[in-house]
């Protein structure tokens, strides 16, 4: 997908938009859409909301409410929108799920001429042949695949590698911190406080899932980086990617429900690999990286004056290197997790379809 110019398949006054996803993101895309009512942006109308629980048509004045019914909502499942057919030419499918489900879906709705722009990375970031289908679905539809919302939450991470390769420079090495919620855990991690009580406050504030080990596992990782790679024209498979979790075997092997009370199982393992990043004048971060055309994710210590040693908050900070930026790396560093940056890097993508 060319990263350097519009899309414009259909007359603006032709498009309409379905928002699938009521979490969240969801309910961040409908307030940015009320914010710019009335702008001069060209944003198509959104005319239907839908999750798991139902479809419903809207307008302006209905969009809030009907996000609010169907998030609250706890009747019987109304999934006739997910058949292959419902959407077609004209149609732009906002996907603000996290649903492997829905993203089966993707492709054919590309292949029928439907433009489909997500924050799920799970139809890019998996399987290779699924990457494979949807590039070719999207090119035989004549239809556009919005996916800057999956990593860095619209950084413009994903653009500026494909312009990058547009225009003909090589990339030679990605590397980077490309989640918030690890982002944030080793940012305020002291070696003092036990690990397991910044988990915990991660989870509270709502950085990492209700489930903490999703997050410390590195298999979110393993799909951004994916992505990333992909988009570099690396095509690696899932299982080429070494991910090195932080979950050790005891904990990862737990219910839900015993989790929380395990987690100072990390503590120990953590405080040594902090100490000895701290004898060396270094830093850990958990990093990212795709060189030589492999890829690989875990914790590392890095020195202090490294291109990914700094950040604050949930930032993520990336490098890339490429003939351009041989010796001194491209950096891009920003808020890489958040509903409000996400669903504006949702609407970015709309809007391109649009222009």
């Known amino acids: ?16 938009m379905t928002l699938l996803g009521t979490g969240t993101v969801g309910s961040a895309f409908v307030e940015r859409l009320a914010a710019l009512r009335g702008s001069a942006l060209p944003v198509p ?14 307008d302006a004045a209905s969009q809030r409410g009907a996000l609010a019914g169907l998030r609250d909502a706890t009747g019987p499942r109304d ?29 054919e709705w590309l ?7 997500t924050a799920c990375k799970i139809g890019q970031g ?48 990605i590397a980077g911190v490309l989640s918030g919620s690890l982002a944030w855990l080793f940012n305020h991690y002291d070696g003092m406080r036990p690990f397991s009580g910044f988990v915990r406050d991660a989870r509270d504030a709502g950085y990492t899932e209700p489930d903490p080990r999703d997050d410390l596992s590195g298999e979110d990782v393993r799909r951004k980086i994916l992505i990333l790679a992909r988009a570099a024209g690396v095509e690696l498979e899932s299982t080429d990617v070494d991910v090195q979790s932080l979950v050790p075997d005891a904990l990862a092997s737990l219910p839900v429900s015993e989790v929380d009370a395990a987690l100072p199982v990390m503590d120990e393992p953590l405080r ?4 000895e990043a701290h004898r060396n004048g270094e830093v850990l971060k958990f990093i990212a ?13 890095l020195p202090f004056d490294h291109p990914l040693a700094g950040g604050a908050g949930t ?38 379809i649009r222009t």
Do not use: C, K
């Open 1 to 16: 997908m060319s990263a350097v110019r519009a899309i414009a398949v259909e007359p603006a006054s032709s498009l309409r």
């Open 45 to 58: 109308p959104l005319v239907a909301i839908a999750n798991s629980r139902g479809f419903i048509d809207v």
């Open 79 to 107: 999934a006739a929108w997910m058949a292959d057919d419902h959407f077609g030419r004209g149609d732009i499918v906002v996907d603000a799920t996290a649903s492997a489900v829905v993203a089966e879906r993707h492709a």
């Open 111 to 117: 292949r029928r001429g439907a433009h489909v722009v």
């Open 126 to 173: 998996s399987d290779l042949a699924r990457w494979s289908v949807i590039q070719d679905a999207r090119r035989s539809g004549g239809s556009h695949y919005g996916d800057s919302a999956t990593v860095g939450a619209g950084l413009p991470l994903l653009r500026s590698i494909r312009m990058l390769a547009h225009g003909g420079d090589r990339i030679h090495a």
């Open 272 to 275: 040594q690999r902090f100490a």
């Open 289 to 301: 990286r795709l060189e030589n055309g492999r890829a690989r994710v875990g914790l590392e210590s």
């Open 315 to 352: 930032d993520n900070r990336v490098a890339i290197w490429s003939d351009r930026y041989n010796v001194q790396p491209l950096v891009i560093q920003g808020p890489g997790a958040g509903a409000e940056v996400t669903a504006a890097a949702l609407l970015d993508d709309v809007l391109q």
